[in-house]
């Protein structure tokens, strides 16, 4: 079972590139979140979806765009990439359900130079 | 708005010890739910624990536990016995359930160190 699968894993662009990260989850979940991980900062939500083609800002989501194309996948697009974006990224998905957790992906490490 | 508070940016503990890990959050919500995740040194996320918001009980797992304390908004986590493996960065979240996909936040975290 593969659970929640991110790639790139690694990923190093320069500032005002582009680039898509790509998350799929096997587990028939509806919700799905896009997390960046900073030192000292914990995750913080940048967007989440309930269902395909819908989506909802987080916490973090300047800079950002997403989509939800169908169940399995939702993809984090950054349009032209800042140094301030160079960050660890999780894919997570859940249950919709209140009291089930989120499980991860594996991570994205952007470095943005 | 929803918030997580997590004060305690490190912690060192010596190995056999029990170690508490605060959690304060705040939400005008009456119905959400509480987790905790431990996330080592290879980076993935470990689901330890849940406590619902109406759970009369505190939740347990193995050697975690949380101290619920609703009235104080505060969901503390409890290692007893810490092992040299329990070292890495902790983590308390909290899901509201009424928002569209039933959004989960995050404290900054606490990482943890088990001195032998």
């Known amino acids: 079972n593969a659970g929640v699968t991110q790639t790139p894993k690694f990923q190093v662009l320069k500032t005002g590139q582009s680039m898509t990260l790509q998350c799929a989850q096997d587990m028939n979940h509806n919700s799905m979140y896009w997390y960046r991980q900073d030192p000292g900062m914990g995750l913080r939500l940048i967007y989440y979806?309930?269902?395909?083609?819908?989506?909802d800002k987080g916490e973090v989501p300047n800079g950002y765009n997403v989509s939800r194309l169908n169940k399995r996948e939702f993809s984090l697009r950054l349009e032209s990439a800042a140094p301030s974006q160079t960050s660890v990224y999780f894919c997570?998905?859940?249950?919709?359900?209140?009291?089930?957790?989120?499980?991860f992906g594996q991570g994205t490490r952007l470095t943005v130079v | 708005a929803q918030k997580i508070t997590q004060t305690q940016p490190g912690m060192f503990v010596q190995e056999k010890e029990a170690v508490t890990l605060d959690c304060t959050y705040d939400?005008?919500?009456?119905?959400?739910?509480l987790f905790w995740y431990k996330q080592p040194s290879s980076g993935e996320m470990i689901f330890l624990i849940y406590?619902?918001?109406?759970?009369?009980q505190n939740a347990t797992e193995g050697r975690y536990s949380l101290n619920f304390q609703k009235a104080r908004k505060s969901a503390n986590l409890v290692i007893s016995a810490s092992q040299l493996g329990d070292s890495a960065m902790y983590f308390c979240a909290m899901r509201d359930p009424y928002s569209s996909a039933s959004k989960i936040i995050f404290g900054s975290g606490t990482r943890l160190s088990i001195r032998p």
């Open positions: 406590q619902g918001s109406y759970d009369e």
């Open positions: 979806s309930a269902s395909e083609g819908t989506t």
């Open positions: 939400t005008s919500d009456q119905s959400y739910g």
């Open positions: 997570a998905s859940s249950r919709d359900r209140v009291n089930t957790e989120a499980f």
